[in-house]
């Protein structure tokens, strides 16, 4: 008997042991409602930037050119020199069996005053003449870097934004421990000519004075820029992620779950500014992405 007790209770324990098992399961798997995110309005500056790609370029640059088919005879600078105009640069003969006085090589000379960058031959080495189009014909070359440049390039759903005189802030990747600033000098009025593959990149050049350069940034290196293109202060913003746009206007839904239709002005990449509908201390919710109704 007490054998038939004792199998009947671990029957009724097992059994008792999956009803709990299968409730809990019922409620673990009921639908949550969903979690309501609030937001507090408050005000605050909204700053709209525009970032665009560039690089360094000198206020002025010449690229030396043999004038004739010949040789390099003399050399009379290295990579680094500064030059004043007319300072002899460079000397070509027809033939390097000649011999020709120094005083008579009549030698290409500094256009402007700059510094050498560039040195693209030796003495001794042929040179082919400007007229042949070949990258032979390119010998030296000068920059002017009593001024730099940034050159860039807007995409068309930025260009609207910019305006000469909007000053500039720059990164370059070879010099991280300093942020250069700069004003936008020129924006140009078309767009820069594309060959067919890139036909769907649309960008405006951009002409940027670089005010406070130093020797560590060198021509021809990359840019990272930011433009600050307007500022408003003390303005009540709303969160992107809050915003219900319906028929060409724009609501939100309040913390008590009523909707409301609010006007807003400028936008950037975290919110926009309202202007009307909607006052400090507000709360609003988030609309649920799965169309959920809030509690």
């Not at 130093?214 to 820029?225: E, F, H, Q, T, V």
């Amino acid at each position: 008997m007490k054998a038939f007790f004792k199998k009947q209770n671990k029957k009724f324990f097992v059994i008792t042991l999956c009803i709990i098992i299968v409730i809990s399961f019922i409620f673990s798997t009921k639908k949550q409602p969903p979690k309501m995110i609030t937001h507090q309005m408050h005000l605050g500056d909204l700053i709209q930037r525009v970032t665009i790609p560039g690089s360094v370029a000198p206020n002025k640059k010449t690229v030396l050119t043999a004038p004739f088919r010949g040789f390099i005879k003399k050399l009379f600078v290295d990579v680094g020199d500064h030059v004043h105009t007319g300072d002899p640069v460079i000397s070509i003969v027809q033939s390097l069996k000649d011999r020709i006085p120094d005083e008579d090589l009549h030698p290409l000379r500094a256009p402007f005053s700059g510094k050498i960058v560039q040195i693209l031959k030796t003495e001794g080495e042929s040179v082919e003449a400007q007229s042949a189009q070949s990258d032979n014909a390119a010998l030296i070359r000068i920059d002017d870097l009593s001024r730099l440049f940034a050159e860039a390039l807007a995409p068309e759903v930025d260009v609207g934004k910019l305006r000469i005189g909007l000053t500039t802030t720059m990164k370059a990747p070879a010099v991280l421990d300093h942020t250069y600033h700069g004003i936008i000098r020129s924006i140009f009025l078309s767009a820069k000519e594309q060959k067919d593959w890139e036909k769907a990149r649309i960008e405006f050049p951009v002409g940027i004075e670089i005010i406070d350069f130093d020797d560590k940034l060198m021509p021809g290196m990359s840019l990272l820029i930011d433009v600050i293109t307007l500022v408003k202060k003390n303005v009540l913003i709303i969160p992107h992620d809050f915003l219900l746009h319906e028929n060409d206007h724009y609501t939100v839904m309040m913390e008590n779950g009523s909707s409301r239709n609010i006007v807003i002005g400028a936008r950037n990449d975290e919110g926009a500014e309202v202007i009307s509908g909607l006052k400090e201390h507000d709360r609003i919710i988030a609309p649920d992405p799965l169309g959920n109704e809030a509690p």
